[in-house]
């Protein structure tokens, strides 16, 4: 279902940068939404205030931040991680599968380099990297599981 005109210009509100640029860089710091300015700052009052007294309300925050995140995607709350950021999240996923020699994991080739390098350095244990070559710019999720195999350990796409 797509979203209509008024969603858009509800979610554009959300970014008062959004009313001065146009913003495509999505692999570093984005202007931040006004909920999340305000969560933030809400956060920094409280630590402010109480330090590492406020220990059981940010614990709280942290609960209902990963049920939120649990819901958006059909997980459970155990299954949310907080990292730094991406590439250390890739990291941690790519060295956290026990590998075997002859495994393999499938990524698009026009892949953002944070989410090739990790996989890549597999290699010298003797997983096979493949590469799926886009088809009019396009790398889709039938591309992908057509090349995958009963070694495929992983599928890592970072752009949806």
């Known amino acids: 279902m797509a979203l209509g005109r008024d969603i858009w210009t509800s979610i554009r509100e959300e970014f008062p940068a959004a009313s ?3 913003y495509f860089n999505h692999a570093a710091i984005s202007p931040l939404s006004t909920r999340a300015q305000r969560a933030l700052g809400a956060l920094s009052d409280l630590l ?3 330090g590492v007294l406020a220990e059981d309300e940010v614990m709280e925050m ?3 931040i990963r049920s939120g995140a649990a819901r958006l995607i059909g997980a459970s709350p155990d299954e949310i991680a907080f990292v730094q ?3 250390q999240g890739v990291l941690i996923a790519a060295g956290a ?3 075997r020699e002859g495994d393999n994991v499938v990524l698009p080739a026009i892949e953002f380099p944070a989410n090739v390098y990790p996989w890549m350095g597999l290699q010298r244990l003797g997983v096979e990297l493949r590469l799926v070559e886009p088809d009019g710019g ?4 039938e591309m992908l599981a057509d090349v995958c195999d009963r070694r ?3 599928v890592t796409v970072s752009q949806v």
Do not use: F
Request: a positive charge; zero cysteines.
């Open 20 to 22: 001065r640029h146009v």
């Open 62 to 64: 942290v609960g209902r």
């Open 138 to 141: 396009m790398v889709t999720a």
């Open 152 to 154: 495929t350990r992983a």
């Open 48 to 50: 402010a205030s109480k």
């Open 97 to 99: 599968i026990r590998w």
């Open 85 to 87: 950021n991406t590439t």
